[in-house]
């Protein structure tokens, strides 16, 4: 099957992080679908915090464009399937518009997977402390790569509106580019953040009323219809074969894997879920926090990422849930962990405040949080031995973003050591990383399946 190809389509790309553009791609989104079209939302690269907002303005799952964990095809046929359905495609941009995995390219930068995409891109600037410097910064991003479809400009963090037509003449003046709008200074428009990046919402904070205010202001200053018009005007994208279901599995069974999904677990890439789905699992959500546990029919479990440190008192009561985990793992069922799902399955988890948690027990040693970050960044791993997602040897692709360590008081063994580990920077030494024993595959690295035809069919085939 070739997929549409004609998407309408935009990036909304930042000069650097912490310009607004989550804030803006939100409104953005949530403008469009206010005006009844089906908008598929993007976050370029391994974010799982960001598209929480873009999903609650397009109401449908937003999804992740990672070049580095994905080759070009794959990227491409990932964009092609969440689009089928949607009128406009909206894409957030990941940290600066040039920033990717190396210092030497674009790699996995929101300019790589723009022109990859073939997406006109448009530049979020804060001049909060620019004048007609901000168009220097402009000219320097236009400049910097000609092949780069730059097409707009939207300013933010605008002193007043005299502030911002300045700084708009003359951007337009140095560039040729349009300015289509800007947002004030508004310090309620900020989405609060803590140790992971943005406040997913809940607890004391209301993320769909925020949602609906910034909706408002970016409607109010920013030139939706022109960015409609950018966005139906992008030339053809490549024309990407999806590739069918490769699943093996008999018609007449359908694997039961167990995901929790609330608060403390909701860190999940959508394909990874409908990867499993296609190979053959069937998938049922299940949320710790309310006490739930994985069922009898279950015939694997999956844990993703998210907050378990702050949850931790709520999670020690569930001991239901630790103990059908142990059930499961006694009977060498699939269990695949990440992140937090991995701290999860640890003896006990020792929170910011410094108490002590008790978990499922199944891994040895404590996670810890720290007050710094510990990891950050995308990972090679090599399997030391065959596990859940792959053969002895094999490489895949991942991501750590995490404020917790594993502390062991022993050594763990190296038959239970999963990976091999080193990052993207030359000259960076391997280090062991993960928890493997049977089909017990746990680690604090996040993997897209997508970047591998097998990895999904391995899992399931497991579950038979």
Request: glycine share 10%; net charge negative.
């Amino acid at each position: 099957m070739i997929a549409r190809h004609s998407i309408p389509r935009i990036v909304i790309a930042g000069v650097s992080s912490n310009v607004g553009k989550t804030t803006i791609t939100t409104g953005v989104i949530a403008a469009l679908a206010q005006q009844g079209l089906a908008v598929q939302p993007f976050k370029c690269g391994p974010d799982y915090i960001d598209p929480s907002y873009h999903e609650r303005a397009a109401q449908r799952p937003c999804r992740n464009l990672d070049a580095w964990m994905l080759g070009d095809t794959q990227l491409l046929e990932g964009f092609a399937r969440a689009c089928q359905d949607a009128d406009i495609a909206v894409i957030e941009g990941v940290m600066g518009l040039f920033d990717g995995s190396n210092w030497d390219s674009d790699h996995a930068s929101t300019a790589q997977i723009a022109k990859l995409l073939r997406a006109p891109v448009l530049l979020v600037v804060d001049i909060s402390g620019h004048a007609r410097s901000a168009a220097a910064v402009v000219l320097g991003c236009q400049k910097f790569d000609p092949e780069l479809p730059l097409c707009g400009v939207i300013l933010n963090f605008a002193g007043s509106e005299g502030h911002a037509k300045g700084c708009g003449e003359a951007i337009t003046n140095a560039t040729g580019l349009p300015v289509l709008g800007w947002l004030p200074r508004r310090p309620e428009l900020k989405i609060p953040e803590r140790h992971l990046g943005l406040v997913l919402g809940g607890e004391d904070f209301d993320a769909n009323e925020r949602v609906a205010e910034i909706a408002v202001c970016v409607k109010s200053g920013v030139d939706i219809a022109a960015i409609l018009t950018l966005a139906r005007g992008a030339p053809d994208s490549p024309q990407t074969p999806i590739t069918p279901s490769a699943h093996t599995g008999s018609s007449r069974f359908a694997p039961v894997i167990a995901v929790a999904r609330d608060e403390a677990f909701r860190f999940y890439y959508p394909e990874n879920l409908e990867l499993l789905a296609e190979a053959g699992a069937t998938i049922e959500f299940f949320s710790p926090l309310a006490g739930e546990h994985p069922g009898p029919n279950v015939a694997g479990v999956y844990l993703g990422g998210g907050y378990p440190e702050l949850y931790g008192e709520r999670l020690a009561q569930n001991v239901r849930l630790w103990e059908r985990l142990r059930e499961l793992r006694d009977r060498d069922a699939p269990i695949y962990a990440e992140c937090g799902g991995f701290m999860a399955l640890m003896q006990g988890l020792i929170d910011c405040e410094g108490r002590y948690w008790p978990m499922a027990g199944i891994i040895p040693g404590l996670a810890r949080m720290t007050n710094t970050l510990a990891a950050l960044g995308y990972r090679y791993a090599t399997a030391l031995r065959a596990n859940l997602l792959a053969e002895s040897g094999e490489a895949l692709r991942g991501h750590e973003f995490r404020y917790s360590n594993w502390v062991c008081d022993q050594p763990i063994a190296n038959d239970h050591v999963a990976w091999q580990v080193r990052s993207t920077r030359a000259r960076t030494p391997a280090d062991s990383a993960g928890f493997v024993s049977g089909k017990l595959l746990a680690s604090y690295l996040h993997v897209h399946f997508g970047q591998r035809s097998g990895i999904a069919n391995r899992f399931v085939q497991m579950l038979e």
